[in-house]
């Protein structure tokens, strides 16, 4: 039995993770899939003087990661992207980084992964296979601990993303089946990410094989389509915004989706992007509306409803509500998945899955 039961996407834009605590419940962590090289050097100045921020060390190389990685350098980023990513080494750095943001230290974890549904055969495979080279063992060191944390994986699930976000709505919190028909008939899942969108069709909610031909566009996330945008417009104000990258954007976006303030602040400039992240996702919903929604699944006639997740949910969920109304389905109908952001839902249903499979196993 594993000491730690872990589901973490890791996703081109972001990787979310979440972890089952004793009493039952279950921690989460986010942060931007973005690494720079670092030298944790130090003047010993003390706080208050010197700039503070985390660091990891991994394979004789120390790095800084997310959110803190725009604060110290904008030097030779690294980005997860690209269509053989999945269980690359960026991607198991993800994860460990995720693991040690969860608290976890040493043991026996289980760990549900995911991948793109138009990609899902190969890399389940090949993810498989990195994650548990060296019979799963990992080690990875963290600012101000002078041994490493070493933790080795019992067992690695992948499933398609998307099936994740399913899971919330036919499982509860301790992986038992739920009694509901939320995903009776056909269902579509969109996943709108940073990089990619992925379409998920199920049917009484199981996936279809027969769908992966229409299944994930790259490119077709809010990076193309809202941030790039935006950084554009920005670059062309000022002389100062020059520098900025979409990462300055995409912390701009999420804090004003959970703060109300979208206040770009650079070279003591103050600057309101509301206006313009509306202007975009506006367009994006138009995008998706037209090329996905209309483009291959007819405007939804013939399916019961779509489930919208990932970061492109708040952006897109106004409009794509105005236009195909009750077929998108409104999650704040259902007490399990209301309180659960869009972007952890597929992170959250394979957790739940993880619990169920568990459960299975028990001899009765």
Known sequence: MADHVVSVDAGNGGTNAVLLKPNGVYKSVYFPSVRAAATGQSLGLGK???????????GGHRY??????IRVTRRNLERHQGAFRYGDEFHQFLVAVALTKLG????RV???????????VEAKRIMRERFLEKDGVVAIGVKKRKKPYIWHYESVTIW????????????DENGEVLN????????????MGVYTLDALKLVDGNFNPEALEHASWENGGISVH???PILRVLKKQSEDFTMLTVDDVDAVIRQGLTKHDYTLRVAGYEMDIEPLVNKYSQRYAEWVANNIVDGVFSGLRGIKSAILIGGGEPLTSKWLKKWYGGKILNRKDYDLVRRIHPVDMNAV???RMALMRQQQAQPT
Do not use: H, N, R
């Open 160 to 171: 398609p993303e998307g099936i994740g976000a399913a899971a919330c709505f036919a499982l």
């Open 180 to 191: 509901s028909d939320v995903l009776t008939g056909e269902t579509v899942i969109l996943d």
């Open 48 to 58: 208050g003087l010197e700039l503070q921020y985390e660091y990891v060390d991994w």
């Open 110 to 120: 289980d760990l549900t992964l995911f991948a793109p549904p138009g990609m899902y």
């Open 226 to 228: 809202v941030l790039q």
């Open 64 to 69: 800084v990661v997310g959110d803190d990685v």
């Open 104 to 107: 976890i230290k040493e043991g």
């Open 349 to 351: 249903g394979g957790l």
